[in-house]
T-cell receptor, first 115, second 116 residues
């Protein structure tokens, strides 16, 4: 069965510092996508970044970057220069060819950015 | 574009009542999804649709029904509300051409439903 595990239920970081959120997944597929979504207190689900498994280069979006280790099935999210607006739940998600594009979600990491 | 819109934002139901959660997207996406999110948990897929007229069950379909008569709309029906259906419901959509190029799901703002 395909699973996504986020081992850090809660994390905190000081404003302007860097934080890394962990995600591991389990699949036997070779082609798949990985995503990080952010859910602020407003509850809106917002895409942060995505990674195609066939790409070796790690995805980056401004202050957000990933460390994708395909062999280790690891997909961590690094947030640089943390801002107060980064305070949110962060969900890691996976979809593979066998899912018919359905997302499999981790349980989330609650990130608090402190002033 | 408005993206994915959901109505209502909040609703309180009594046990046994019925209601329909509305979802509309204006991005011409072929895939649409309904999720529920219980407190402190991730999302669970209720139903999804790969195009107008085609729907399929997700992880937790019991107690719900869906239809997809148009590309834009994907309503979720609760027939006999139960307290276990108290949750936040998210609708999402994505576009797929059959390749792996575009699979990002875009979400609506959610509907908070309480069943008493």
């Amino acid at each position: 069965a395909q699973t996504v595990t986020q081992s850090q239920p809660e994390m905190s970081v000081q404003e302007a510092e860097t934080v890394t959120l962990s995600c591991t997944y389990d699949t036997s597929e070779n082609n798949y996508y990985l995503f990080w979504y952010k859910q602020p207190p407003s509850r809106q689900m917002i895409l942060v970044i995505r990674q195609e498994a066939y790409k070796q280069q790690n995805a980056t979006e401004n202050r957000f970057s990933v460390n994708f280790q395909k062999a280790a099935k690891s997909f961590s999210l690094k947030i640089s220069d943390s801002q107060l607006g980064d305070t949110a739940m962060y969900f890691c998600a996976f979809t593979g060819a066998g899912n018919n594009r359905k997302l499999i979600w981790g349980l989330g990491t609650s990130l608090a950015v402190n002033p | 574009n408005a993206g994915v819109t959901q109505t209502p934002k909040f609703r309180i139901l009594k046990i046994g009542q019925s209601m329909t959660l509305q979802c509309t997207q204006d991005m011409n996406h072929n895939y649409m999804y309904w999720y529920r999110q219980d407190p402190g948990m991730g999302l669970k897929l209720i139903y999804y649709s790969v195009g107008a007229g085609i729907t399929d069950k997700g992880e937790v379909p019991n107690g719900y029904n869906v239809s997809r008569s148009t590309t834009e709309d994907f309503p979720l029906r609760l027939e006999l509300a139960a307290p276990s259906q108290t949750s936040v419901y998210f609708c999402a959509s994505s576009y797929s051409s059959g390749t792996w190029d575009t699979d990002t799901q875009y979400f609506g703002p959610g509907t908070r439903l309480t069943v008493l």
